[in-house]
Protein backbone atom coordinates (compact mmCIF):
# COMPACT_ATOMS: atom_id res chain seq x y z
CA UNK A 1 0.00 0.00 0.00
CA UNK A 2 1.60 3.22 -0.97
CA UNK A 3 1.56 5.90 1.23
CA UNK A 4 -0.75 8.14 -0.56
CA UNK A 5 -3.81 5.38 -0.62
CA UNK A 6 -2.96 5.46 3.33
CA UNK A 7 -3.71 9.32 3.80
CA UNK A 8 -6.69 9.11 1.35
CA UNK A 9 -8.10 5.71 3.41
CA UNK A 10 -7.12 7.98 6.86
CA UNK A 11 -9.21 10.99 5.42
CA UNK A 12 -11.83 9.26 4.39
CA UNK A 13 -11.98 7.82 7.92
CA UNK A 14 -11.68 11.33 9.76
CA UNK A 15 -14.50 12.72 7.56
CA UNK A 16 -16.43 9.85 8.55
CA UNK A 17 -16.13 10.39 12.25
CA UNK A 18 -16.70 13.99 11.40
CA UNK A 19 -20.17 13.30 10.08
CA UNK A 20 -21.00 10.61 12.67
CA UNK A 21 -20.25 13.30 15.64
CA UNK A 22 -22.25 16.00 13.73
CA UNK A 23 -25.37 13.53 13.28
CA UNK A 24 -25.12 12.90 17.13
CA UNK A 25 -24.89 16.73 18.08
CA UNK A 26 -28.09 17.48 15.53
CA UNK A 27 -30.30 19.27 17.03
CA UNK A 28 -34.42 19.61 15.48
CA UNK A 29 -36.29 22.59 15.35
CA UNK A 30 -40.43 21.73 14.93
CA UNK A 31 -44.13 23.07 16.18
CA UNK A 32 -47.59 21.77 17.20
CA UNK A 33 -50.98 21.95 18.05
CA UNK A 34 -52.73 21.08 21.30
CA UNK A 35 -56.31 20.13 20.08
CA UNK A 36 -59.69 19.33 21.84
CA UNK A 37 -60.46 16.12 21.10
CA UNK A 38 -57.75 16.20 18.37
CA UNK A 39 -60.60 18.58 16.62
CA UNK A 40 -58.64 21.17 14.06
CA UNK A 41 -61.14 23.81 15.16
CA UNK A 42 -60.70 23.50 18.75
CA UNK A 43 -56.95 24.52 19.79
CA UNK A 44 -56.37 24.66 23.69
CA UNK A 45 -54.46 27.48 24.96
CA UNK A 46 -52.68 27.47 28.28
CA UNK A 47 -51.42 23.62 28.40
CA UNK A 48 -48.03 23.22 29.61
CA UNK A 49 -46.78 21.07 26.73
CA UNK A 50 -43.30 18.93 27.54
CA UNK A 51 -40.72 16.92 26.17
CA UNK A 52 -40.01 13.79 27.78
CA UNK A 53 -36.79 11.28 27.47
CA UNK A 54 -37.12 7.55 27.77
CA UNK A 55 -36.33 7.72 31.42
CA UNK A 56 -39.25 10.15 31.86
CA UNK A 57 -36.95 13.66 32.61
CA UNK A 58 -38.18 16.70 30.81
CA UNK A 59 -35.97 18.06 28.02
CA UNK A 60 -37.99 21.52 26.98
CA UNK A 61 -41.18 22.99 28.12
CA UNK A 62 -43.50 25.46 26.95
CA UNK A 63 -46.75 27.11 27.61
CA UNK A 64 -49.36 27.16 24.09
CA UNK A 65 -51.11 30.41 23.21
CA UNK A 66 -54.86 30.98 22.38
CA UNK A 67 -54.32 29.38 19.18
CA UNK A 68 -53.32 26.34 20.74
CA UNK A 69 -49.46 26.57 18.94
CA UNK A 70 -46.24 25.47 20.84
CA UNK A 71 -42.61 25.19 19.18
CA UNK A 72 -39.52 23.86 20.25
CA UNK A 73 -36.06 24.73 19.10
CA UNK A 74 -32.64 22.62 18.99
CA UNK A 75 -33.60 19.82 20.35
CA UNK A 76 -31.40 17.16 19.98
CA UNK A 77 -32.28 13.78 18.27
CA UNK A 78 -33.71 10.74 19.93
CA UNK A 79 -36.62 9.48 21.24
CA UNK A 80 -39.11 11.30 23.12
CA UNK A 81 -42.92 11.77 24.41
CA UNK A 82 -44.65 14.87 24.09
CA UNK A 83 -47.29 15.82 26.74
CA UNK A 84 -49.32 18.12 28.79
CA UNK A 85 -50.83 19.24 31.33
CA UNK A 86 -52.86 22.46 32.63
CA UNK A 87 -54.07 24.54 35.18
CA UNK A 88 -57.32 26.09 33.13
CA UNK A 89 -60.59 25.30 34.31
CA UNK A 90 -62.55 22.27 33.01
CA UNK A 91 -65.77 21.50 32.59
CA UNK A 92 -68.89 20.24 29.85
CA UNK A 93 -69.56 17.20 31.61
CA UNK A 94 -73.39 16.64 31.43
CA UNK A 95 -75.61 13.43 31.30
CA UNK A 96 -74.90 13.08 28.17
CA UNK A 97 -71.26 11.89 28.38
CA UNK A 98 -72.42 9.65 31.31
CA UNK A 99 -74.91 8.12 29.28
CA UNK A 100 -72.42 7.22 26.21
CA UNK A 101 -70.13 5.99 28.51
CA UNK A 102 -72.47 3.73 29.94
CA UNK A 103 -73.62 2.48 26.41
CA UNK A 104 -70.01 2.09 25.51
CA UNK A 105 -69.71 -0.33 28.33
CA UNK A 106 -72.98 -2.37 27.78
CA UNK A 107 -72.06 -2.06 23.83
CA UNK A 108 -68.61 -1.55 22.83
CA UNK A 109 -68.85 -2.12 19.61
CA UNK A 110 -71.82 -0.15 19.04
CA UNK A 111 -70.55 2.77 20.52
CA UNK A 112 -66.94 2.99 20.08
CA UNK A 113 -64.23 5.21 21.72
CA UNK A 114 -61.44 7.23 20.54
CA UNK A 115 -58.37 6.94 22.26
CA UNK A 116 -59.04 10.34 23.48
CA UNK A 117 -62.36 9.56 24.82
CA UNK A 118 -61.16 6.39 26.26
CA UNK A 119 -59.10 8.81 28.86
CA UNK A 120 -61.63 11.11 29.25
CA UNK A 121 -63.94 8.25 30.28
CA UNK A 122 -61.66 6.58 32.31
CA UNK A 123 -61.96 8.94 35.28
CA UNK A 124 -60.86 6.63 37.60
CA UNK A 125 -57.99 6.46 36.43
CA UNK A 126 -57.88 2.54 36.41
CA UNK A 127 -57.32 2.41 32.64
CA UNK A 128 -60.62 0.45 32.18
CA UNK A 129 -63.73 1.85 31.52
CA UNK A 130 -65.91 0.17 34.08
CA UNK A 131 -69.30 1.04 35.63
CA UNK A 132 -67.19 2.31 38.35
CA UNK A 133 -66.39 5.23 36.04
CA UNK A 134 -70.19 5.77 35.10
CA UNK A 135 -70.72 6.25 38.66
CA UNK A 136 -68.78 8.36 39.68
CA UNK A 137 -69.59 10.75 36.75
CA UNK A 138 -73.37 10.32 37.42
CA UNK A 139 -73.80 10.13 41.20
CA UNK A 140 -70.19 11.70 42.83
CA UNK A 141 -69.41 14.11 40.03
CA UNK A 142 -72.46 15.61 38.44
CA UNK A 143 -74.74 15.44 41.46
CA UNK A 144 -72.48 15.56 44.79
CA UNK A 145 -69.82 17.93 42.39
CA UNK A 146 -66.84 15.93 43.62
CA UNK A 147 -63.16 16.06 41.65
CA UNK A 148 -62.29 13.22 39.39
CA UNK A 149 -59.51 10.87 41.35
CA UNK A 150 -58.01 11.39 37.07
CA UNK A 151 -57.60 14.75 37.97
CA UNK A 152 -59.61 17.98 35.80
CA UNK A 153 -57.89 17.08 32.58
CA UNK A 154 -56.39 14.44 30.41
CA UNK A 155 -53.94 14.52 27.24
CA UNK A 156 -51.96 12.34 25.01
CA UNK A 157 -49.03 11.23 25.10
CA UNK A 158 -47.64 10.99 21.79
CA UNK A 159 -43.76 8.97 21.55
CA UNK A 160 -41.90 10.55 18.82
CA UNK A 161 -38.20 10.46 17.12
CA UNK A 162 -36.18 12.96 16.27
CA UNK A 163 -33.51 11.78 13.48
CA UNK A 164 -32.36 15.32 11.24
CA UNK A 165 -35.44 13.88 8.65
CA UNK A 166 -38.39 17.01 8.42
CA UNK A 167 -41.00 14.58 9.70
CA UNK A 168 -42.27 16.37 13.09
CA UNK A 169 -44.07 14.98 16.20
CA UNK A 170 -48.34 14.65 15.95
CA UNK A 171 -50.25 16.76 17.37
CA UNK A 172 -50.99 16.38 21.11
CA UNK A 173 -54.75 16.05 22.16
CA UNK A 174 -56.41 17.09 25.19
CA UNK A 175 -59.80 16.72 26.80
CA UNK A 176 -61.70 17.48 30.18
CA UNK A 177 -61.92 14.80 31.92
CA UNK A 178 -65.53 12.53 31.33
CA UNK A 179 -66.13 14.94 28.83
CA UNK A 180 -66.23 12.09 25.69
CA UNK A 181 -68.79 14.52 23.85
CA UNK A 182 -66.17 16.48 23.65
CA UNK A 183 -68.15 19.60 23.46
CA UNK A 184 -66.67 22.25 25.79
CA UNK A 185 -64.06 24.60 25.82
CA UNK A 186 -63.20 27.34 27.77
CA UNK A 187 -64.91 30.39 26.86
CA UNK A 188 -66.92 28.58 24.24
CA UNK A 189 -70.23 29.16 25.62
CA UNK A 190 -71.65 31.31 28.42
CA UNK A 191 -72.10 29.98 31.52
CA UNK A 192 -74.88 32.63 33.09
CA UNK A 193 -78.39 30.74 34.42
CA UNK A 194 -81.37 30.47 31.84
CA UNK A 195 -84.46 32.13 32.60
CA UNK A 196 -87.23 29.76 33.01
CA UNK A 197 -90.39 29.71 31.10
CA UNK A 198 -92.67 31.16 33.59
CA UNK A 199 -96.15 29.60 34.24
CA UNK A 200 -98.92 31.22 36.10
CA UNK A 201 -97.55 32.83 39.71
CA UNK A 202 -97.46 31.03 42.40
CA UNK A 203 -98.20 32.82 45.78
CA UNK A 204 -97.45 32.03 48.98
CA UNK A 205 -97.41 33.64 52.07
CA UNK A 206 -93.78 33.44 54.87
CA UNK A 207 -93.01 29.99 56.15
CA UNK A 208 -95.53 28.08 54.21
CA UNK A 209 -94.92 25.05 52.65
CA UNK A 210 -95.44 24.35 48.63
CA UNK A 211 -94.76 22.07 45.86
CA UNK A 212 -93.15 23.68 42.37
CA UNK A 213 -93.18 21.61 39.21
CA UNK A 214 -90.47 21.92 36.46
CA UNK A 215 -92.49 20.93 33.36
CA UNK A 216 -92.15 20.92 29.14
CA UNK A 217 -94.48 22.29 27.06
CA UNK A 218 -94.05 19.56 24.94
CA UNK A 219 -94.34 15.60 25.68
CA UNK A 220 -90.94 14.12 25.88
CA UNK A 221 -89.56 10.91 26.20
CA UNK A 222 -86.41 10.45 28.04
CA UNK A 223 -83.73 7.86 28.86
CA UNK A 224 -82.07 10.33 31.14
CA UNK A 225 -81.97 13.69 32.74
CA UNK A 226 -79.39 16.21 34.31
CA UNK A 227 -81.32 18.47 35.92
CA UNK A 228 -79.74 21.87 37.74
CA UNK A 229 -81.97 24.52 39.15
CA UNK A 230 -80.35 28.05 40.95
CA UNK A 231 -82.53 29.64 43.47
CA UNK A 232 -82.57 32.33 45.89
CA UNK A 233 -81.50 30.62 49.73
CA UNK A 234 -82.52 34.75 50.96
CA UNK A 235 -85.71 33.58 50.24
CA UNK A 236 -86.96 30.10 50.53
CA UNK A 237 -85.70 26.75 51.54
CA UNK A 238 -85.45 23.46 49.15
CA UNK A 239 -86.89 20.48 50.96
CA UNK A 240 -87.00 17.64 48.68
CA UNK A 241 -86.98 17.16 45.37
CA UNK A 242 -88.84 14.26 43.57
CA UNK A 243 -89.16 12.70 40.03
CA UNK A 244 -91.06 9.73 37.97
CA UNK A 245 -87.76 7.80 37.75
CA UNK A 246 -87.49 4.77 40.32
CA UNK A 247 -83.61 5.30 40.61
CA UNK A 248 -82.63 9.19 40.78
CA UNK A 249 -79.66 11.09 42.72
CA UNK A 250 -80.56 14.34 44.23
CA UNK A 251 -77.77 16.99 45.70
CA UNK A 252 -79.44 20.04 47.37
CA UNK A 253 -77.47 23.27 49.08
CA UNK A 254 -78.31 26.58 49.78
CA UNK A 255 -78.50 27.85 46.51
CA UNK A 256 -78.74 25.11 44.13
CA UNK A 257 -81.04 21.32 43.18
CA UNK A 258 -79.16 18.93 41.31
CA UNK A 259 -80.92 15.74 40.51
CA UNK A 260 -80.10 13.19 37.86
CA UNK A 261 -81.17 10.15 36.49
CA UNK A 262 -80.39 7.71 33.76
CA UNK A 263 -82.54 4.48 32.82
CA UNK A 264 -79.80 1.67 32.54
CA UNK A 265 -82.38 -0.42 31.62
CA UNK A 266 -82.98 1.81 28.43
CA UNK A 267 -86.89 1.98 28.99
CA UNK A 268 -87.22 5.94 28.46
CA UNK A 269 -89.59 7.72 30.24
CA UNK A 270 -92.94 9.32 28.85
CA UNK A 271 -93.69 12.43 29.91
CA UNK A 272 -97.02 14.36 28.57
CA UNK A 273 -96.99 18.07 27.84
CA UNK A 274 -97.27 19.73 30.71
CA UNK A 275 -96.36 16.92 33.24
CA UNK A 276 -93.58 17.09 36.25
CA UNK A 277 -90.64 16.20 35.16
CA UNK A 278 -89.23 17.66 38.33
CA UNK A 279 -91.20 18.67 41.81
CA UNK A 280 -89.29 20.56 44.33
CA UNK A 281 -90.89 20.74 47.83
CA UNK A 282 -90.16 23.60 49.32
CA UNK A 283 -90.82 25.90 52.08
CA UNK A 284 -90.65 30.18 52.43
CA UNK A 285 -88.27 31.76 54.76
CA UNK A 286 -90.13 34.24 57.13
CA UNK A 287 -88.29 36.93 55.89
CA UNK A 288 -90.32 36.46 52.69
CA UNK A 289 -93.22 39.10 52.72
CA UNK A 290 -94.97 41.64 50.78
CA UNK A 291 -94.30 42.54 47.50
CA UNK A 292 -91.35 40.09 47.23
CA UNK A 293 -90.80 37.32 44.62
CA UNK A 294 -88.31 34.65 43.33
CA UNK A 295 -87.36 32.93 40.43
CA UNK A 296 -85.56 29.38 40.34
CA UNK A 297 -82.98 29.60 36.95
CA UNK A 298 -82.04 26.68 35.17
CA UNK A 299 -78.48 26.27 35.14
CA UNK A 300 -76.79 25.65 31.50
CA UNK A 301 -75.18 22.46 32.46
CA UNK A 302 -79.17 21.15 32.25
CA UNK A 303 -78.48 18.40 30.02
CA UNK A 304 -82.05 15.86 28.70
CA UNK A 305 -81.30 12.28 26.99
CA UNK A 306 -84.02 11.61 24.37
CA UNK A 307 -85.59 7.71 23.81
CA UNK A 308 -82.34 7.50 20.96
CA UNK A 309 -80.12 8.55 23.76
CA UNK A 310 -79.38 11.77 21.84
CA UNK A 311 -78.71 14.94 23.44
CA UNK A 312 -81.33 17.21 23.18
CA UNK A 313 -80.55 20.63 21.95
CA UNK A 314 -83.59 22.90 22.42
CA UNK A 315 -86.21 22.47 24.73
CA UNK A 316 -88.70 24.70 26.77
CA UNK A 317 -88.72 24.28 30.33
CA UNK A 318 -91.35 25.95 32.75
CA UNK A 319 -91.60 26.75 36.19
CA UNK A 320 -93.68 29.26 38.39
CA UNK A 321 -92.53 32.64 39.49
CA UNK A 322 -92.91 32.51 43.11
CA UNK A 323 -94.11 35.57 44.40
CA UNK A 324 -95.86 36.78 48.14
CA UNK A 325 -99.27 36.84 48.25
CA UNK A 326 -102.69 36.02 50.19
CA UNK A 327 -102.56 32.37 51.20
CA UNK A 328 -104.19 30.32 49.07
CA UNK A 329 -104.60 26.76 48.22
CA UNK A 330 -102.73 24.89 45.31
CA UNK A 331 -104.40 22.75 43.52
CA UNK A 332 -104.04 20.34 40.32
CA UNK A 333 -104.83 17.36 38.89
CA UNK A 334 -102.52 14.82 36.79
CA UNK A 335 -103.55 12.79 34.55
CA UNK A 336 -105.89 15.56 33.45
CA UNK A 337 -107.56 14.57 30.60
CA UNK A 338 -107.93 10.94 32.13
CA UNK A 339 -109.86 7.38 32.24
CA UNK A 340 -110.74 5.73 35.07
CA UNK A 341 -108.11 7.51 37.42
CA UNK A 342 -106.68 11.39 38.36
CA UNK A 343 -104.56 12.45 41.41
CA UNK A 344 -105.46 15.69 43.47
CA UNK A 345 -102.81 17.08 44.67
CA UNK A 346 -102.92 20.18 46.96
CA UNK A 347 -101.15 21.95 49.12
CA UNK A 348 -103.35 24.04 51.81
CA UNK A 349 -101.77 27.18 54.08
CA UNK A 350 -103.44 26.18 57.16
CA UNK A 351 -104.70 23.06 58.68
CA UNK A 352 -108.19 22.28 59.16
CA UNK A 353 -111.22 19.96 57.63
CA UNK A 354 -110.82 18.95 53.74
CA UNK A 355 -113.41 18.33 51.46
CA UNK A 356 -113.33 17.55 47.61
CA UNK A 357 -116.71 17.90 45.58
CA UNK A 358 -117.14 17.71 41.79
CA UNK A 359 -119.61 19.23 39.64
CA UNK A 360 -120.60 18.86 36.43
CA UNK A 361 -121.00 22.13 34.28
CA UNK A 362 -124.52 22.55 35.11
CA UNK A 363 -123.48 23.35 38.47
CA UNK A 364 -124.43 20.20 40.27
CA UNK A 365 -122.75 17.97 42.28
CA UNK A 366 -122.24 15.02 41.41
CA UNK A 367 -119.62 13.86 44.03
CA UNK A 368 -118.18 14.75 47.98
CA UNK A 369 -115.05 13.40 49.17
CA UNK A 370 -114.66 14.61 53.40
CA UNK A 371 -110.55 14.46 53.35
CA UNK A 372 -110.72 14.62 57.50
CA UNK A 373 -108.74 16.88 59.53
CA UNK A 374 -105.36 17.56 58.08
CA UNK A 375 -102.20 19.56 58.71
CA UNK A 376 -100.82 22.52 57.06
CA UNK A 377 -98.76 21.43 53.69
CA UNK A 378 -99.08 19.17 50.82
CA UNK A 379 -101.58 16.68 50.04
CA UNK A 380 -103.09 14.20 47.55
CA UNK A 381 -106.60 12.44 46.62
CA UNK A 382 -107.06 9.66 44.27
CA UNK A 383 -110.07 10.15 42.30
CA UNK A 384 -112.07 7.22 41.22
CA UNK A 385 -114.23 8.53 38.62
CA UNK A 386 -115.24 5.12 37.03
CA UNK A 387 -118.73 5.81 37.41
CA UNK A 388 -118.39 9.22 35.89
CA UNK A 389 -119.46 9.87 32.37
CA UNK A 390 -116.70 11.39 29.56
CA UNK A 391 -117.06 15.16 29.79
CA UNK A 392 -115.61 18.59 31.63
CA UNK A 393 -116.01 19.11 35.01
CA UNK A 394 -115.09 20.86 37.84
CA UNK A 395 -113.37 20.06 40.98
CA UNK A 396 -113.62 22.40 44.47
CA UNK A 397 -111.21 21.66 47.05
CA UNK A 398 -112.12 23.50 50.30
CA UNK A 399 -110.18 23.29 54.22
CA UNK A 400 -111.73 25.02 57.23
CA UNK A 401 -109.75 25.98 60.22
CA UNK A 402 -108.71 29.11 61.48
CA UNK A 403 -109.74 30.14 58.66
CA UNK A 404 -111.37 29.09 55.35
CA UNK A 405 -109.96 28.53 51.91
CA UNK A 406 -110.89 27.41 48.50
CA UNK A 407 -109.77 26.85 44.98
CA UNK A 408 -111.49 25.29 42.07
CA UNK A 409 -109.94 24.14 38.90
CA UNK A 410 -111.11 21.78 35.90
CA UNK A 411 -110.51 18.49 34.68
CA UNK A 412 -111.93 16.36 31.85
CA UNK A 413 -112.70 12.93 31.63
CA UNK A 414 -111.61 11.22 28.34
CA UNK A 415 -113.84 8.58 26.13
Not at 6 to 27: D, E, P, R, W, Y
Not at 126 to 137: E, P
Not at 175 to 197: F, Q
Not at 206 to 213: E, I, L
Request: hydrophobic share 35%; net charge negative.
Amino acid sequence: MTMKTSITKLFAILVCMNLMIQLGNAQTSFSGKVLYHDNPDLPVGNVLVSIMDTQNNTVSSMTTGPNGVYTFENIPNGSYVLTGSTTAPSGGVTIHDATLVLLHILLPSRYPFTPLQSLAADVDGSGTITKTDFYMILKNYLTNGEPFPIGNWVFTKQPFTLNGTKSVPPSTGGSSSGDVSGIWMPGTRSLAALMLDESTPLSINANSSFDVNLTSRNSLQLNGAGIVLNYSGDMLTVEAATCKSDEFYVNITENQVRINWIKTDGNAIDFAANEPIVTLTCRAKDNFTAGMRTHFLLDPTTSLVNNNNEEINTFKLSMPLVEHGKPTISLSNYPNPFVGTTVITYGIPVEGSVRLEIFALTGQKIKTINAGYQTAGNHSIDLEANDMKPGMYFYKLSVTGTSTFSQTKQMIISN
